[in-house]
Nanobody, 115 residues
Framework: QVQLVESGGGSVQAGGSLRLSCVASGSMFSSAAMGWFRQAPGNKREMVAGITSGGFTNYVDSVKGRFTISRDNAKNTVYLQMNGLKPEDTALYYC?????????WGKGTLVTVSS
């Protein structure tokens, strides 16, 4: 059973920064694709950023140039560095792990950006 635990959320003013972390259990981490998703009230969950096992990254257009996803396989951890935060970034942020066709989710960490 894979467990994902997110941390690093909080309340910041517009223009501020936060770094989210997600620690995964299990020995498959280095072979897994990882991602960060978010869901704002009344909205569907959307992918924010993803990183493959080989380190290739992709981002939703709205965060390109502001957010950076990275991973540390030695620590079974994926990060999301968020700079230049905007009120529209306010959401519950979820960590996702995909491995051999199975998707696992964390419980989320809340990010609130005030104007």
């Amino acid at each position: 059973q894979v467990q994902l635990v997110e941390s690093g959320g909080g309340s910041v003013q517009a223009g501020g920064s936060l770094r989210l972390s997600c620690v995964a259990s299990g020995s498959m981490f280095s072979s897994a694709a990882m991602g960060w998703f978010r869901q704002a009230p009344g909205n569907k969950r959307e992918m924010v950023a993803g990183i493959t096992s080989g380190g290739f990254t992709n981002y939703v257009d709205s965060v390109k140039g502001r957010f950076t996803i990275s991973r540390d396989n030695a620590k079974n951890t994926v990060y999301l560095q968020m700079n230049g935060l905007k009120p529209e970034d306010t959401a519950l942020y979820y960590c996702n792990l995909q491995w051999v066709g199975v998707s696992y989710w964390g419980k989320g960490t809340l990010v609130t950006v005030s104007s």
